[in-house]
């Protein structure tokens, strides 16, 4: 059969025809000799226990309906959505009648003051006449009697005069601590009583998690222990702040508060809450993303002393945050598979990244052809001639990274935190 090469280079690009004829033998070569670019980690003992997910929600430990204290026509009430500092005016009542009143036991302090040095003068003068025999004894008596009447009349005037003040001050609602005004209960113009909620004010950043645990579970609670919050699908640490050790409600459960730090929490959110259900034990753990799921089982990549891949069969135990308890043919310190893995086949050859020093460097000398060959990614060649070459090269079924054969028990193993295969979680534990 001859080939008419000039009738293909018209309708079809002559590499593009060389690619697609010489890649099978590229693809053997690929699968037997050239490394997989992977990263690996170590499988380590830690201290982990069983537990359950129990419901929660983040709440605001400053969450308050602010009250009127004194009753009036509202003239200010802050918008919701403000930010308040505290100390800031929430609300504010007509206060007209409360400054006349102000003003009058102002001048009955005034009042008190005056008739108080009247006395003080004549006492004195009183005094300095008896002294000298000129004056009776008994009027000094009256007039000293009449200063000291005056003296706690002052203390009381002044005591009305504080009452008026405080009436005045209590008519501008000021907010207990800094928040967030998230419902104004009146508005301006209308009547507010005595007691009455005006606005609820609410400190979003001082947040913790609420949640209600069954009574048998408490047992495995203490203060200051160190629990996982799922929310979003994301798990971050938090503190046991309190453990109320009463069953409350029809439910009988315990209720526990949980301190969180850093940023992204919101009042309101719903959480779930993994709660130890045993004493710790310690086990054999790896990152999630170790694990390669397939037909219903469970494996993960371990690295040979030749750098070469070995499949091992795991079963999977109690998880917690990225760690996973797993029991296998592994060993404190042996390094697995936990970015790459999709795609390896045992026995075949690794080559580590380059921030992963602790299953060793990659030496490109001993890359073989793969440092020469330009259709190696990364390698500059002649087959960087066509930008579309090498994408229908990338996404050949023998490129590297690309659709592999399958070896004959079925499909592509696939990551277990790839997108089409989420890893066994907490979830499943339940």
């Given at each position: 059969m001859i080939l008419n090469l000039s009738h293909w280079s018209r309708g079809f690009p002559l590499r593009l025809f060389f690619f697609f004829v010489l890649a099978p033998v590229w693809g053997v070569s690929f699968a037997s000799g050239f490394p997989a670019p992977v990263e690996v980690a170590a499988v380590a003992e830690r201290v982990l226990a069983p537990s359950v997910w129990v419901a929660g929600s983040v709440v605001s430990r400053d969450d308050a309906r602010i009250a009127a204290e004194t009753e009036g026509r509202l003239i200010f009430i802050a918008e919701e959505g403000a930010s308040i500092s505290a100390g800031d005016v929430l609300?504010?009542?007509?206060?007209?009648?409360?400054?006349?009143?102000?003003?009058?036991?102002?001048?009955?302090?005034?009042?008190?003051?005056?008739?108080?040095?009247?006395?003080?003068?004549?006492?004195?003068?009183?005094?300095?006449l008896a002294r000298q025999n000129n004056a009776a004894h008994t009027q000094l008596d009256e007039t000293q009697a009449q200063r000291d009447g005056t003296t706690y009349g002052l203390s009381a005037a002044q005591a009305r005069l504080q009452l008026a003040q405080e009436r005045v001050e209590r008519s501008r609602i000021r907010a207990p601590f800094d928040g967030l005004v998230v419902a104004r209960l009146k508005r301006e113009g209308e009547w507010a009583n005595r007691g009455e909620a005006l606005v609820q004010l609410v400190n979003s950043r001082a947040l913790e998690v609420d949640s209600a645990v069954p009574p048998r579970l408490e047992r495995f609670l203490k203060t200051a222990q160190v629990v996982m919050v799922e929310v979003n699908g994301d798990q971050f640490p938090a503190t046991v702040r309190t453990v109320v050790d009463v069953a409350e409600g029809p439910s009988r459960l315990m209720r526990i508060k949980l301190d969180v730090s850093g940023d992204g929490w919101q009042a309101g959110q719903l959480v779930r809450v993994a709660i130890p259900s045993a004493q710790p034990r310690k086990v054999l753990t790896i990152p999630r993303d170790a694990m390669v799921l397939r037909g219903g089982g469970v494996s993960v990549f371990r690295v040979k002393d030749d750098n070469t891949a070995e499949k091992v069969s795991v079963t999977t135990g109690v998880a917690q945050g990225d760690y996973i308890e797993v029991q296998g043919a592994l060993n404190v310190g042996d390094k697995v598979v936990i970015r790459g893995g999709e795609r390896l086949r045992p026995g075949q050859a690794l080559r580590f990244s380059s921030g992963n020093t602790s299953a060793g460097q990659w030496n490109s000398a001993e890359s073989g052809s793969a440092g020469k060959n330009p259709w190696w990614p990364g390698n500059k060649g002649e087959a960087e001639e066509s930008d579309s070459d090498d994408s229908a090269a990338q996404g050949s079924a023998w490129w590297p990274g690309g659709q592999s054969e399958s070896d004959g028990e079925g499909a592509p193993e696939t990551s277990a935190w790839s997108d089409q295969q989420a890893a066994v979680s907490p979830k499943d534990e339940e």
């Open positions: 609300a504010e009542v007509d206060h007209k009648l409360l400054d006349i009143a102000l003003l009058e036991a102002e001048a009955e302090v005034s009042r008190e003051r005056a008739q108080l040095k009247f006395f003080e003068r004549e006492v004195e003068r009183l005094q300095r």
